[in-house]
Every structure is written in structure tokens, then in C-alpha cells.
């Protein structure tokens, strides 16, 4: 979207985009954990029936760490503003669905889907705002 609005690219729009795509990621892997034991008995070969459940739960816990903790390491570095840091609001929200994802297997996962994607958008909303303010 920045592209095309601006015709360009930057390292700072590039690294800003990397938090919000670990937490579509996420989604993806909530998906594919929530479908492990189906995919498996139809051949289907997704990166968690791969890794497993306990590789792809890692996984998910990984992706959400990672969007967390870069708005952390770009603030300090001035790539992104102080105001950017208001996506750490949604952490509480995030910490919810780690739980949910370490203690639920198949369907009982759909909760922590839905969840996982209004993390995101939160996230999203947050983070954006943040620049907002700053511009």
C-alpha cells in the first residue's frame, strides 16, 4: 500500500511491515495447528503437520514474540516513533491466545482464530495510530 501510494520504499516501511506479517502468520498457523490431525490422515503436507504439533505451537509463540519485541528494537533506533509503541497495548490480548493455543487442540482452536485475528487488528490499528501521532 505505502508503495503504491508513494512510488518508493524504505527500510523503515519494510521493517514496520514485518510485526503485522508475523501476526498474519500466526493466523495461517492457528489454521493449519487447528486442522494438524485432518491434514494428516489426508496427505496433506502443511508446515505444521511437518513440525508437529508442538514444532507449530512454538511457532505461533515465536511470530507473536517477534511482533512484540520489534517495536521494541526499532523505537531505541529511531525507525519507529515512541508513539509506535502503543501496539503493545495489544499484548494482554496475544498473551490470551498463547494460552489458548497451549491448552486447546482441534476445533476448540476456532477461539483462538477469531482471536489471533482481532490481535492483529488491534495491533494494526495501534501501530498505525502511533505513526499517526507522531507524523
Given amino acids: 500500500t505505502?508503495?503504491?501510494q508513494v512510488h518508493r520504499l524504505t527500510a523503515t516501511v519494510v521493517l514496520l511491515a514485518v510485526p503485522?506479517?508475523?501476526?498474519?502468520?500466526?493466523?495461517l498457523v492457528v489454521n493449519n495447528?487447528?486442522?494438524?490431525?485432518?491434514?494428516?490422515?489426508?496427505?496433506?503436507?502443511?508446515?505444521?503437520?511437518i513440525i508437529g504439533t508442538r514444532g507449530a505451537k512454538v511457532e505461533y509463540i515465536l511470530l507473536l514474540a517477534?511482533?512484540?519485541?520489534?517495536?521494541?528494537?526499532?523505537?531505541?533506533?529511531?525507525?519507529?516513533?515512541?508513539w509506535g509503541l502503543l501496539s503493545l497495548f495489544s499484548l494482554p490480548l496475544a498473551v490470551s491466545w498463547i494460552r489458548i493455543i497451549?491448552?486447546?487442540?482441534g476445533p476448540a482452536l476456532n477461539q483462538a482464530l477469531a482471536?489471533?485475528?482481532?490481535?492483529?487488528?488491534?495491533?494494526?490499528?495501534?501501530?498505525?495510530?502511533?505513526?499517526?501521532l507522531a507524523g
Fill in 102 to 105: 497451549l491448552t486447546r487442540e
Fill in 20 to 27: 503485522v506479517g508475523f501476526l498474519i502468520t500466526a493466523i
Fill in 115 to 132: 482471536g489471533t485475528a482481532k490481535a492483529t487488528l488491534l495491533y494494526s490499528l495501534l501501530l498505525s495510530a502511533g505513526i499517526v
Fill in 2 to 4: 505505502y508503495f503504491v
Fill in 66 to 82: 517477534g511482533a512484540y519485541v520489534l517495536p521494541v528494537v526499532l523505537c531505541p533506533v529511531g525507525l519507529l516513533p515512541v
Fill in 33 to 49: 495447528l487447528r486442522d494438524i490431525n485432518t491434514d494428516r490422515m489426508t496427505g496433506k503436507r502443511t508446515l505444521a503437520v
